[in-house]
């Protein structure tokens, strides 16, 4: 498994994994109508692209013999920094893998890099949103460090979801 920065090849690729991990997971929590507007809005080949062309967000693919396995995302400064006394807090967003990859380090190797990468921007936290019946997402956040800081929402269409801050300081 390789780790590297996404280019605008891999926005195609982004755009369906994103869309495809966020519905294997929480689709069934959603009106269609709803879910059709999220996924457009989040997933879209466009967003996606703007994504990758802004300097305040850094994708980080893993990929296996060009077989994209996960991905994640940071953004800095983080939209979350108003719940922090951190000064200069980065956010890590979408750590997804593909389907049947979880469980095989794929997401942990992407935790390392994303917490290299926080450190590297001088970042003095790493936040994230975890949905607030994600157990295992929120187990596997614990196990870096990673705590509740607040209690926010995450709005899918017009449904808001509760979600939890998580932050973890650095350095």
Do not use: H
């Not at 890590?92 to 380090?105: E, I, P, S």
């Not at 003095?124 to 607030?132: F, G, I």
């Not at 956040?141 to 899918?156: E, H, L, P, S």
């Amino acid at each position: 498994m390789i780790l590297r920065a996404a280019t605008f090849a891999d926005v195609p690729t982004l755009s369906a994994l994103g869309r495809d991990s966020f519905c294997a997971a929480f689709e069934d929590l959603y009106r269609p109508e709803d879910l059709a507007s999220f996924l457009g809005e989040a997933y879209s080949q466009a967003k996606v692209a703007s994504e990758v062309a802004a300097p305040e967000c850094i994708y980080c693919l893993a990929e296996d013999g060009g077989k994209l396995l996960g991905y994640c995302k940071m953004v800095m400064p983080s939209n979350y920094a108003e719940y922090s006394s951190a000064s200069n807090p980065i956010a890590l967003g979408q750590l997804y893998t593909a389907a049947g990859m979880t469980g095989k380090g794929i997401g942990a190797a992407l935790m390392e890099w994303a917490l290299d990468e926080a450190k590297a921007c001088q970042a003095d936290a790493v936040q994230l949103s975890v949905y607030s019946e994600n157990y295992g997402a929120q187990r596997f956040y614990q196990r870096y460090g990673f705590g509740k800081i607040a209690d926010i929402g995450f709005w899918v269409g017009q449904q808001r979801d509760a979600e939890f801050l998580y932050e973890l300081r650095l350095g």
